[in-house]
């Protein structure tokens, strides 16, 4: 089992920064994607980025790519998303998610965390 924890959201004006956390625990995270999803209200839930333990290797959707940047500090089993000039289309409610397999979608992800909600005013 993963269990997965995401921490750092909130309420910032357009134009601003917030960087989310998500600190995992389990057996063999070295094997695992780790991937950022978000969900606006009424919409489906949406493939933002994703980062492997062993290697660093990372993977944007279009819509982000630019703006957010996602990294991981092993040590701390933490990933991390940072998002620069966010927009009020970045409401959401943001959740990281492990997976053994795949990338961008998200039957593939095993794990989920319960989320942190950001909202960002105009």
């Known amino acids: 089992q993963v269990q997965l924890v995401e921490s750092g959201g909130g309420l910032v004006q357009a134009g601003g920064s917030l960087k989310l956390s998500c600190s995992a625990s389990?057996?063999?995270?070295?094997?695992?994607?780790m991937g950022w999803f978000r969900q606006c209200p009424g919409k489906e839930r949406e493939f933002l980025a994703v980062?492997?333990?062993?290697?660093?290797?990372?993977s944007y959707a279009d819509s982000v790519k630019g703006r957010f940047t996602i990294s991981r500090d092993n040590a701390k089993n933490t990933v991390y998303l940072q998002m620069n000039s966010l927009k009020p289309e970045d409401t959401a409610v943001y959740y990281c998610?492990?997976?053994?397999?795949?990338?961008?979608?998200?039957?593939?992800?095993?794990?989920w965390g319960q989320g942190t909600q950001v909202t960002v005013s105009s």
């Open positions: 998610a492990a997976t053994t397999r795949g990338l961008w979608f998200e039957y593939e992800y095993e794990y």
């Open positions: 980062i492997t333990w062993s290697t660093g290797r990372i």
């Open positions: 389990g057996r063999t995270l070295s094997a695992y994607r």
